[in-house]
């Protein structure tokens, strides 16, 4: 069975960091040609691709304007990816959620998208003063 758990979510003040990690089982960077990486969810929003990283080559897709704040890193040996988020803003207050998909699936720039074969339940990240 295929488990994705995210930790490391919480409250946070505007201007700091967070970094979320997110647990794989089941599954490992070997398999076949995927993307894993980081979406969020905000209340009545549709989810929003931020970073993935390839299976691959550890190539690294992004949507534009969270690149350079957020950074995505991965751990084979733990079969972990970790999501570094700086600068924290409110409006970065969401559900994150870890989730993995096809590599040819995967569209990076304005929008990061791609389909998702597996995901995990999500962290909260509040972002307030």
């Known amino acids: 069975e295929v488990q994705f758990v995210e930790s490391g979510g919480g409250l946070v003040q505007p201007g700091g960091s967070l970094r979320l990690s997110c647990a794989i089982s089941?599954?490992?960077?070997?398999?076949?040609?995927?993307?894993i990486g980081w979406f969020r969810q905000a209340p009545g929003k549709e989810p929003e691709g931020l970073l993935c990283?390839?299976?691959?080559?550890?190539?690294?897709y992004y949507k534009n304007d969270v690149n350079g704040r957020f950074i995505i890193s991965r751990d084979a040996a733990k079969n972990t990816v970790d999501l570094q988020m700086n600068d924290l803003k409110p409006e970065d207050t969401a559900t994150y959620f870890c989730?993995?998909?096809?590599?040819?699936?995967?569209?990076?720039?304005?929008?990061?998208?791609?389909?998702?074969?597996?995901r995990g339940q999500g962290t909260q990240v509040t972002v307030s003063s």
């Open positions: 989730a993995a998909g096809p590599l040819d699936t995967v569209i990076g720039g304005l929008r990061l998208e791609y389909e998702i074969k597996y």
């Open positions: 089941g599954f490992t960077f070997d398999d076949d040609f995927y993307c």
């Open positions: 990283i390839s299976s691959v080559d550890g190539t690294i």
